[in-house]
């Protein structure tokens, strides 16, 4: 579609629609073009999910009462519940779908193990903040940064593969999490926890990592195994939106290079030109993405009900407010279980177990015992 916008744009821009004209570049002309041509929609296969819709409401019930009782107990505010995700980007944007002739049996997809790729990070918090965001390069030196001024709050670095692991976590953590959980405690005057919902990814749930999480008064909440694309808030509604406002971006200026080889061209007879390749190199993407991605933090930060709306699918909004909402199910919240916390008592027992599986040492058991029995007279 770049390609072709970029075409017209030479050719008659009074043809686009975006300049008024009759024709509409979309993912549906490119599909009717392509379908005409005899070409038809190929997907590579994917495993399915372990979860059974019974197992996995129980699933989500466990959760979601780990993260109320947590919050109820350490009297968390929304904003010190956290969601981060790693999530990789492509440079030049490619699609898991391809179109092939009809009757193919072998289709091999272009693009799927493309290299052009780093490593960002998104975080967001229950009320819509989206956080600064981290940018892993594939390099071993700081060399293979963009030479591009990123904003201070930003966290730019790199590892070997560009992949995530324990050493860029720390980074992170120490660079964009910390900071920003103590100017909220600051903002809100309160030495409370903080709560970050985390999944098993190895890069992540290493002692080391989750130490320091612990030694600053963050908690944990670990996401089930294999649920990530149900219940983690940035998988839910984050992720995608960044993509697509780069992929757009990309697309605008893949446009702009075609329209400018164009330039001072006869074009009646597009056979016959000799054009060179738009220059997709690693070192080029770099420095025209870097600016991309901070145009898409600030779209991000402008638009908060992304991030909302992924606690609110996932259940965590619920939670917070002591609902456990799982969907199909009746919703209870933790304040209404009723009893005492004895062995009698199968949920509040549940709950506590639970809750003190996060806590390592004595002290800690202890305190939660003072903090339930608190709860537990302002509620009976």
């Known amino acids: 579609m770049a390609a072709a916008r970029g075409i017209l744009r030479k050719c008659n821009r009074s043809m686009l629609a975006e300049n008024g004209g009759p024709i509409l570049l979309t993912r549906y002309w490119a599909h009717s073009l392509l379908k005409r041509m005899q070409y038809v929609q190929r997907k590579a296969t994917m495993s399915l999910s372990k979860w059974t819709s019974s197992n996995f409401i129980e699933c989500k019930r466990n959760f979601l009462t780990d993260v109320a009782t947590t919050v109820e107990m350490e009297e968390i505010p929304g904003e010190l519940v956290l969601n981060w995700d790693q999530t990789g980007i492509r440079l030049v944007p490619s699609s898991t779908w391809t179109m092939e002739k009809k009757g193919e049996r072998r289709v091999e997809m272009v693009g799927v193990n493309d290299k052009r790729q780093i490593t960002a990070i998104f975080c967001g918090n229950a009320m819509g903040d989206f956080l600064p965001i981290q940018l892993i390069y594939k390099g071993k030196t700081p060399r ?35 900071p920003y959980v103590a100017c909220v405690r600051e903002r809100l005057n309160t030495d409370s926890a903080a709560l970050v919902i985390m999944d098993n990814f190895k890069g992540q749930a290493t002692p080391k990592v989750i130490q320091y999480l612990q030694d600053n008064n963050i908690l944990i909440s670990w ?51 000799e054009l060179t390749p738009v220059d997709l190199g690693m070192p080029v993407l770099k420095e025209i993405s870097a600016k991309w991605f901070v145009e898409m933090f600030q779209y991000m930060s402008e638009n908060p009900q992304f991030i909302v709306n992924g606690f609110v699918h996932s259940g965590i909004s619920s939670a917070i407010d002591g609902v456990i ?14 009893g005492s916390p004895t062995e009698d008592n199968a949920e509040w027992s549940l709950v506590l177990k639970r809750y003190f599986t996060q806590k390592r040492t004595t002290r800690e058991r202890e305190m939660c015992v003072l903090i339930y029995t608190s709860k537990m007279s302002r509620m009976f």
């Open 325 to 338: 909402d799982i969907g199909s199910t009746e919703s209870k919240g933790i304040s209404d279980c009723q």
């Open 223 to 273: 996401l089930p195994p294999n649920t990530t694309d149900r219940l983690k808030p940035m998988d839910l509604s984050v992720n995608k939106p960044p993509k697509v406002y780069l992929k757009n971006k990309f697309d605008e200026w893949y446009s702009e290079m075609v329209t400018q080889q164009l330039e001072g061209k006869d074009i009646e007879d597009l056979e016959d030109l």
């Open 144 to 178: 293979c940064h963009p030479r591009f001024k990123f904003p201070t709050d930003f966290n730019v670095t790199h590892s070997r593969n560009h992949w995530s692991n324990e050493d860029t976590m720390i980074e992170y953590i120490g660079n964009i999490i910390l």
